[in-house]
């Protein structure tokens, strides 16, 4: 039986539980869209940018674990696409790109010379994207595109998983082909080993052994669909869990074992966990410098360090003191971690009082512990009201400003709270699209927090957010422009600005009409003291709402790690616990317990 092309890739597609496709239609893609509107099976969500599109398929599979695919045209439409899928492969996140190219006969590729383009709207894609995709291939014979289709999607989910590209000619997505005359599929052989006895009697066994453990829980855990191993993992070994850098909700902080967060930006508890551990297991953390600050050898400086990821480039990066790398798939080691029977891990009483002692010494909101009412608001009082109304299963798409990062040192409070943002790009514009793709994998309530500088690069998708009626609330810091970029001038060019703000270049628009013309309804939060009513309205109000906060213009990220002069007068760049605002040298030294266990042996 013969069939198109196009046709066979939305079957394939929907073979694997691919269900779900975001993009913007185009002439060179004109085949697959057509196929696409065939594909009754397929639910389809058309952006107004192809950006847009891959930002939100990106966080349609962070959200689910499900890999979505992406639909765009060639040339430009291709291009398009670039920050969100550079978004995905940092933060390991699958998606599969389909563009549509010029007809095969017509393009570069078939011409073999060095030419910039040759059709209408062609620019040679695969090349460009090579290095941001775990595979990425023109298909240039249709009988092929069954085999290069389940290879892109068994690499994408494979092991540290991340993007695919297939870049489609018109005439191959238009080409008939009998099905008996598909190429075979290659078995397809996985890049990551499974996990040894061996491997596991040794991470066991230095657990056994260890007096101050724990565990670094890295974003690993959750883009490798490992969470719920994971905490089956943690009520077996019983030890303490500190979250990575920027990762605010793969594990939850009413858990007995939970101390919150750890990094460049803190918070403190988790800080000095690591600080004074002897074993640190590392599960799914790169350990890179916002996890141990530049100060690579102050990082975890009595610690045997167990690296356990499915990327072994990882492990080597220069500066890192790794006592055993272990490669894996999470999932795998955790299942094996929970059936092993000779874990013996008995964590000394004192151990568990010090972890709880620093969580009561310090606040978790630490930035809000004194404000004025009267005041514009700080995005840490913002977050700590938030929290007391926040539903239980709530959805929080995060975008790039001061206040988004101040949600990553907090975390979340209940299992089912999730946080979404693509903390290693950090792209401005990530939110909207974000809480589009969140919208769609869970079929529920999705609030987007973001800055007035983040909201204007993708203000064009609320309209997708209204064409397909999702339920997104969003609300916008609005500090009149690049927060960041101000306190970067402030402290290394005395305060010369420039592009940041209304006199230096960018302006906004006002939020209440942007509200007004995608039928929002509008609420403005002046000052801390509106802060606990304009949540409870945001919260409680049936239609889709903006709230729009006015943020303390020097809105501090507090605590953080700065570096300083010392008595020498030489810069420093301090350890993980010296956090800024600095505490007394006295109680910084006190509450070092593995640097006096270290002298008292």
């Known amino acids: 039986m013969e069939k198109r092309v ?18 913007v239609v185009g002439g060179g893609a004109m085949h697959l869209d057509n196929a696409l509107l065939k594909c009754t099976d397929m639910r389809k969500i058309f952006n107004h940018h192809e950006q847009a599109s891959a930002m939100a398929a990106e966080a349609y599979a962070r959200y689910s674990g499900k890999m979505a695919a992406v639909c765009v045209t060639s040339g430009p439409g291709a291009t398009n696409t670039l920050t969100g899928v550079m978004g995905a492969w940092q933060d390991s996140i699958p998606m599969i790109v389909l563009s549509g190219q010029v007809r095969y006969e017509i393009s570069v590729a078939k011409s073999g010379l060095n030419l910039r383009y040759r059709g209408i709207q062609e620019f040679e894609i695969v090349p460009t994207v090579k290095n941001m995709t775990k595979y990425a291939v023109m298909i240039t014979d249709p009988k092929a595109i069954r085999r290069e289709l389940m290879k892109a999607i068994n690499i994408a989910m494979d092991g540290r998983r991340g993007p695919v590209w297939l870049d489609i000619p018109q005439d191959i997505q238009n080409a008939r082909v009998d099905v008996d005359d598909l190429y075979d599929v290659e078995n397809f052989v996985s890049s990551v080993p499974e996990v040894d006895n061996e491997k596991i009697a040794y991470l066991i066994e230095q657990i056994n052994k260890a007096q101050r453990p724990c565990i670094l829980a890295g974003s690993g855990i959750i883009s490798s669909g490992s969470k719920d191993l994971f905490e089956q993992v943690v009520d077996k070994l019983q030890i303490p869990v500190v979250g990575g850098s920027w990762v605010a909700d793969n594990f939850w902080l009413d858990h007995r074992l939970c101390y919150g967060n750890s990094g460049n930006v803190g918070p403190r508890t988790g800080n000095f966990i ?30 045997k360090i167990i690296m356990i990821d499915a990327d072994e480039n990882e492990s080597k990066k220069p500066g890192l003191k790794i006592e055993k790398f272990i490669q894996c798939d999470l999932k795998d080691i955790f299942g094996k971690i929970i059936i092993y029977e000779e874990v013996k891990c008995v964590i000394s009483e004192s151990w568990l009082q010090y972890c709880d002692m620093l969580k009561t010494r310090f606040e978790r909101y630490e930035a809000a512990g004194n404000i004025d009412l009267k005041e514009r608001v700080y995005s840490a009082y913002f977050w700590k009201v938030m929290e007391k109304y926040e539903m239980q299963d709530v959805i929080y798409a995060l975008g790039n400003n001061t206040a988004c990062t101040t949600k990553l040192q907090f975390g979340v409070r209940k299992r089912n709270q999730r946080v979404l943002t693509n903390y290693t790009c950090g792209s401005m514009g990530y939110d909207v699209p974000a809480a589009i793709g969140a919208a769609i994998a869970s079929n529920g309530q999705v609030i987007c927090v973001t800055g007035d500088g983040s909201i204007m690069m993708n203000l064009q998708e609320l309209q997708t957010i209204v064409q397909n009626n999702l339920p997104v609330n969003i609300v916008v810091f609005s500090n009149e422009g690049y927060g960041a970029i101000r306190q970067t001038s402030k402290n290394f060019f005395n305060g010369e600005y420039i592009g940041c703000t209304p006199d230096t270049g960018v302006s906004f628009p006002s939020f209440k009409n942007v509200a007004e013309t995608f039928g929002y309804k509008y609420r403005l939060c002046q000052t801390n003291g509106e802060v606990e009513e304009s949540i409870k309205w945001l919260n409680s109000i049936e239609e889709r709402a903006l709230l729009e906060i006015e943020q ?3 809105d501090p990220v507090t605590p953080k790690l700065m570096s300083r002069l010392d008595e020498n007068g030489k810069m420093q760049t301090p350890a993980l616990q010296d956090m800024y605002p600095f505490i007394e040298k006295e109680e910084l030294e006190q509450l070092m317990i593995g640097t006096k266990e270290e002298e008292n042996n």
Do not use: V
């Open 274 to 303: 690591l600080q004074n551990a002897d074993l640190i297991i590392s599960f799914g953390n790169s350990l890179g410098f916002r996890q141990t600050g530049f100060n690579q050898n102050g990082f975890a400086p009595h610690a």
């Open 552 to 554: 303390r213009f020097d």
């Open 6 to 23: 196009a046709d066979i890739i939305m079957e394939t597609l929907l073979e694997n539980g691919i269900d779900t496709c975001f993009g």
